[in-house]
């Protein structure tokens, strides 16, 4: 968000990123009341107002906490314009929105199955609940017929401790095994007390456990709507601290047991009875609560709902009409799958942090709805002849604030000039997990309450894991400070080091602390390079000044073609939010080919290093800064620059900048010949203080040979020969090291090689060893006697060149 605000600010434009928090109901809940335990007490000794100041304090100190590490990230937003959810302007606003819902008849109280956490004791979305893999058993348990007219039918569960609550069983229509059993009864196990009818629904999957289901509606989503096909009762036997309850069906002695403990007992009593044919391990997903991580159960409950259909629909067509584009696009698909599929939002928590519900009842439970307590009361006298109310104790989803987020932290329900000019905003940059949380609700209000989308781009940031791959978290102790890489590396190199990890395609970012470290070598590069150029006897022109291009040497004209290429990716790059490769094109260019190959050519002196070294290094400085803040604006201050800091200055233009094609390709040709030589180098062993001699071809440039003798540090003389092309010339350059050099090299090797086919022959001449060992070792060493022969000749002929044998 950071670099991409940067960006755009250079580039002229009144870019803003407007920072801010949400009150995150269920963490923050779950945290005070962890630490009110410790202390000792609750919120319910407390009481709302008292909890409610406690919970203000904690998360103003968390937000401050948030802040202070932003800034020390280099962050740069807007901070005179933060938010917080709570806050009063905010508050007011959702509070409109819920009413002007209701009203709507979009937002409705009723009885519904829903997600419940019995550790936060309040409901959770759907998407907020996390599946995961657990190891358990697969029951199988026979229900009698009540009849006794044959020996029952036999179903597979999981959680055999809803059995108590089963109104039906249900198998498939078309399901031969089954079809003469349908409309007969059945005796709910382990009382045998209750009888059930077996019933026939399209839902049910033949290939599961034994074909027949138990249909348990208040306590499983797919059994809801089954009942509700049926008309079946619908019976809840688990209560909201997840244990067993008789009030609404005769669970016997399990009532009041843990629902995990009634299950063991359950079981028990199905293996006493002899109705439990069958206990199979079975792997399978179980949904939790992603917050306290708590087994969700499924429950029917009176809540406040958000009707979804009406506004999922132009949510969903904006996508399919091409005006919400994600990126990487794939995540479009996931978007349209969740809005298609949508259902009715559970919008009411049972929490006390957070907007509470403006919802007042009467004496006689009439619900009034209202903006203000004010209002209630007026419509209360009005239309229900009472002035006394109580108000609905539960508060409203996070996420529904934080849908709302994109216009009213700009004055909605006012027409604000901010509203006017910020919405809607050009980008939105999140996670994949949330689309559904945040992004889909976002775009369904936006378009509700402002006729337009919050945004037309939605960039998915890849998610950070452990350099294993696993997801960081306090458990595994392998979570990342940023503050501490930042007293280890500095800001700079954390942002650098983090950018360079980033794939657009990839969503999974395995964290190497190692980039941070490169990143600090690049920086401290960098700062080298500022003091070389600050240090030239010359000095430094006025910012922006090359010279006349009839003045530019070879190198000159390379490094300044190859700023406008880097200018371009760049930039490209940062529009297609390719920030990966964005941070490796810099990296190349800054630390490659600016100080590894044009500074070394200036260390000779000439008149136009000075200016050409202020001019490329302010440009590189530039295309850095919204990556590395830092650094980038003292190197820029440093440097001849226009204005008062690289925050608002212009972002370079790839026209302004000089571009030489041909001269180009030469330095490029030249640098595969310094390599060449240079690993000739390496090879022959030469020192890099021994000079080399380099016998050119007339055919090579001027400007190309100076370079070659010093970037090698070699001796250069003409040497004969006709080339049609530069590289054909290059190629035919032959490198010498000094023969004396030579001479005493060859001599050790010489040695050394003599020695080693002595010993060769003389362990192949000795039969014991020729009988006695493997085949396959004797061949390995005929084979190296092979080569050290071949390397012998090959030494002596080269030892010969220096003029001895």
Request: charged share 25%; glycine share 6%.
């Amino acid at each position: 968000m950071d670099a991409l605000v940067r960006y755009h600010r250079m580039l002229g434009e009144n870019a803003n990123w407007l920072p801010g928090t949400d009150h995150a109901a269920i963490a923050t809940e779950a945290v005070l009341v962890k630490q009110l335990a410790e202390q000792g007490t609750s919120r319910e000794s407390m009481g709302r107002e008292k909890y409610l100041e406690v919970a203000w304090q904690w998360s103003q100190e968390t937000g401050a906490t948030i802040f202070r590490q932003f800034r020390r990230l280099g962050f740069g937003p807007d901070w005179v314009r933060s938010h917080f959810t709570m806050e009063p302007a905010l508050s007011k606003a959702v509070t409109k929105v819920f009413v002007t819902l209701h009203r709507e008849g979009l937002i409705y109280r009723g009885t519904r199955l829903v997600n419940w956490d019995p550790k936060a004791q309040s409901t959770i979305s759907d998407a907020e609940v996390e599946h995961v893999e657990r190891d358990t058993f697969l029951w199988r348990v026979k229900y009698p017929f009540a009849d006794d007219s044959g020996d029952g039918i036999e179903i597979a569960t999981t959680r055999p401790e809803t059995i108590l609550a089963d109104v039906a069983i249900a198998v498939h229509p078309q399901d031969e095994r089954y079809a003469h059993l349908i409309g007969k009864s059945v005796l709910v196990p382990p009382m045998l007390k209750r009888t059930i009818p077996i019933i026939a629904d399209q839902v049910v999957d033949s290939s599961f456990g034994t074909g027949a289901v138990k249909v348990t509606p208040a306590h499983d989503a797919t059994d809801y709507e089954i009942g509700e096909r049926h008309d079946l009762p619908k019976p809840s036997v688990i209560g909201l601290d997840g244990r067993i309850t008789n009030s609404q069906v005769d669970v016997g002695r399990f009532g009041g047991m843990d629902r995990f403990a009634a299950r063991a007992e359950l079981i028990s009593d199905l293996k006493r009875l002899h109705l439990l044919r069958a206990e199979t391990p079975y792997r399978h997903s179980i949904a939790t609560s992603e917050r306290t991580g708590e087994v969700i159960e499924p429950l029917l409950s009176l809540q406040w709902f958000c009707k979804m259909k009406s506004l999922a629909e132009p949510a969903l067509q904006a996508y399919r009409d091409g005006k919400l584009r994600f990126v990487p696009e794939r995540y479009g698909r996931t978007y349209e799958q969740w809005l298609e599929n949508i259902r009715d939002w559970n919008i009411s928590r049972q929490l006390w942090w957070g907007h509470q519900l403006p919802v007042w009842y009467t004496p006689t439970d009439q619900v009034i709805v209202a903006e203000t307590e004010e209002e209630a009361r007026s419509i209360a006298r009005t239309q229900y002849a009472t002035d006394d109310l109580r108000r609905d104790p539960d508060t409203l989803d996070t996420w529904f604030s934080s849908a709302l987020w994109p216009f009213t932290i700009l004055g909605w329900p006012q027409q604000t000039p901010a509203l006017e000019h910020w919405y809607p905003s050009a980008v939105l940059i999140t996670g994949w997990e949330i689309i559904f949380l945040w992004v889909a609700r976002m775009v369904m209000l936006g378009l509700k309450f402002m006729g337009r989308l919050p945004f037309p781009e939605v960039f998915i940031a890849p998610l950070v894991f452990d350099a294993q791959g696993r997801k960081m978290s306090k458990s595994l102790g392998n979570s990342i400070d940023p503050l501490e890489l930042i007293e280890k590396y500095g800001a700079d190199a954390l942002r650098m080091g983090t950018m360079r990890q980033m794939r657009l395609e990839g969503q999974e970012v395995r964290f190497q602390e190692s980039r941070c470290e490169e990143s600090r070598n690049f920086n401290n590069k960098i700062w080298n390079a500022t003091r070389y150029i600050l240090s030239l006897p010359e000095g430094l022109p006025r910012a922006a000044t090359l010279p006349p291009h009839s003045q530019l040497a070879l190198e000159d004209k390379w490094i300044l073609t190859r700023l406008r290429a880097t200018i371009e990716t760049v930039s490209q790059g940062l529009n297609a939010y390719d920030f990966g490769s964005v941070a490796e094109t810099l990296w190349k260019f800054i630390w490659y080919e600016f100080c590894d190959w044009y500074l070394e050519t200036t260390k000779e002196p000439s008149g136009t290093r000075a200016p050409v070294l202020s001019y490329v290094l302010n440009g590189a400085m530039r295309l850095l800064h919204p990556i590395e803040p830092f650094i980038t604006e003292e190197v820029w201050l440093a440097l001849p620059h226009d204005g008062v800091t690289i925050m608002t200055a212009s972002w370079p233009d790839p026209l302004e900048v000089p571009f030489f094609a041909k001269e180009a390709a030469q330095f490029q040709a030249m640098q595969r010949t310094v390599e060449r030589i240079r690993n000739l180098r390496a090879e022959i062993q030469v020192a890099p203080k021994v000079r080399l001699t380099l016998h050119v071809p007339p055919a090579v440039p001027h400007d190309v040979t100076r370079l070659l003798g010093l970037l090698t540090y070699a001796t250069t003389v003409e040497a004969a020969g006709s080339y049609e092309t530069l590289d054909d010339a290059l190629g035919g350059i032959n490198a010498q090291a000094p023969r004396e050099l030579l001479h005493e090299r060859y001599t050790r090797r010489q040695q050394e090689l003599v020695l080693e086919v002595e010993r060769s022959e003389k362990k192949l001449s000795n039969q014991g060893f020729v009988n006695k060992a493997a085949a396959e070792t004797v061949a390995k060493e005929r084979d190296k006697l092979q080569n050290y022969r071949n390397e012998l000749a090959r030494v002596t002929a080269a030892l010969a060149d220096t003029g001895d044998t």
